[in-house]
Every structure is written in structure tokens, then in C-alpha cells.
């Protein structure tokens, strides 16, 4: 009985606990930027505090829950402030039940890779980048942008 | 005679013209010469570069009250005008965001911000955006560093760490001012940074 008491409580926790959201750092934009394979990643760029990007994260939870299985990668990385991460980046993803994949960029100096993302991209969020370097699809947006434009674009970047 | 000089007038007009660099549809580039604004400051009266006295260069920055970003270089702003208006570069604030979509950045809020702060420097209002729009910005914080003839010399980031003031390696603003005061050449003339999107009006 005392086993499946703490068994329960495993399963539990577990179901409870939100994704974990791996800290990238710039050199990892590369494995997307210049991926060979045929998967579309729909990388933005977002904030909790940044009211424009968290009114558009339901467009690209419905996108991702749509288009998974069309090997459509939506990637939400935060770009809030490092000592907001395991508070609330991490109690935000957890309140909203985020299902698309959270990352969080931790380079103090945004310098050094906004210009990897887009060269015209003047660092003002939410800003999005479509691409997929084997097939030549690519777009960015330094806008917020509503669920039929995301789908519409993605949809011109299909097979 | 009268035709004469009405066609004197307008080639040299003409001719004067041609040696203004106008800004680009996506604002000012680094080299262009900036119109002077005249906007409200939060201490009742207008304010312009001209306004400014024994001005060396002027320091522009679109900032507001709301955004992280923008709170988390208050401090180093103040600090920035404190250290380069004595020697002749003024800080000016300019809040460009439209309160109807931002209530915290409305005029009033502003005033009690600069107040509660003691602002050193002139916290304008940019009610129209126009001033932003000529710019070019985009985002808060977004500066420019100009020179004494309003030539913009330096565009981007205060510093390259927003977000922990003691981390910062490259105060790109005070290089640039440091710079222009020693008569050379700006050494990192533009950078970006993340910020709050500017809250443009909706027509």
C-alpha cells in the first residue's frame, strides 16, 4: 500500500512539473539557422513583461499543436532578465500551460546576436524569424502577428 | 529686376537644400544631420536642442516610464547626464509611446516619475510620435548621440548589459561622448539592444 501511496505521488509530480526550459546561448541558434533537414522552425522572440508578445503566444501554441506532425518546430524564447528566469519566466510558462518549446537566451549583450537572427532587426519585440535553410524558406517580422498571418506564411513554406 | 531676384532667391534655396541630409523612410543614419523638435518637458516648459545651452552634442534617448528595460537604465541615465552635461552633452528624454495604449507612460505619470526620481535631465513628451518617427526609433531604449551640429554620430544600446549595470564592459553611449569631446572618431558607432517595442498609435 506504502509503495503505491509514493508511486501515486511520483506520478503526480510529475504530470505537475512544467517543461523544463533549457538556457541557450547564441552558438545555438546555429543548430536551427543552419539545420539541414526539412523541419520549418518558427523561432520568437518574446518577454513576460512584453504585452504585444504574450498576447500573441496563443497564435503559436495553435500552430503548434496543428502543424507538429508537418515537421513545424515553434521554438518561444524568452528574453526576459536571467534573475527572472526561475521565477517568472518559469511560473508564467507553468500558468499558461505552454506546450510549444520555451527556451531562454542567456547573453548579456544582444549585440552580439540580434544580426544572426535578421541584420535588419533593430532589437524591438515580439519579433519573429520562419526559416528553414534546406528549402530556403525565410521570414522575419519584427511585429506581433495574429494566428492567420502565422498560419499563412507557414502554409506558403509547406510542401 | 523682381524676377531676377525671385530666381536668385530660389537657386540659392535650392542650392542651400542640397546640402541637407534627409533621413531615411527608416529615420536617421549614422551621418545625417537631425531636425531640431520642441516638445513639452515635464517641468511646464518646451524644450529644444537649440534651448540647450553651451550644447558640445546632445545625448537623445526614447525612454518611457513602463517598460523593464527602460526602468533597468533609469538609474544609468541619470547618471550619463550627471557626468556629460557639465562638460556640454545634455541628456534629453523623449517618451514617444501612446498612453491610450500604455496608461503608465501618459503625460501625468511621467511628470510624477521625474519628480519621484529627481530627474536631472529634460523628460520630454512626444505626443504626435513625429519626433520618434524622424528618429527612427523603435524601441525603449533607443539612443542617439549627436554632435554639435545635430549630425547623429552614434545609434543603439547605452551598454552591452542591460540587465546588471556592475556587468557592463562596453559603455558604448560614454564612448561615443567621450569621443566626439575628444575630437576623434566614434569607435563602435552603432549597436542593438532588445527593448519594449514603441506603442505606436493606431490609425
Redesign the interface.
Known sequence: MRHFFLFFLLILTLSLSAQEIPIIQKEDFKQWLEADNDTLYVLNFWATWCGPCVAELPAFEKIHERYADQKVKVILISTDFRRNLDTQVKRFVRRKKLQSQVMFINEPNPNDWINWIDPDWTGAIPATLIISKRNGHRFFIEKAMTFNQLEEKIRTFLP | MHKLSILLFLVAGAFALSFQSAPDAGGYQIGDTAEDFNLPSVKGKNVSMASIKNAKGYVVIFTCNHC?YAK?YEQRIIELHKKYAPLGFSVLAISPNDPKI?PDDSFDKMKKLAKMKKYPFAYLFDETQDVAKAFGA??TP?VYVLDQNRVVRYI??LD?????AA?VK?PYASQAIEALLAGKEVPVKE????????KWKKS
Open positions: 523593464p533597468a500604455q523603435t524601441r533607443h543603439g544600446a552591452d548589459n542591460s540587465e546588471d556587468k562596453e549597436t542593438k539592444a532588445i527593448g519594449c517595442s514603441i
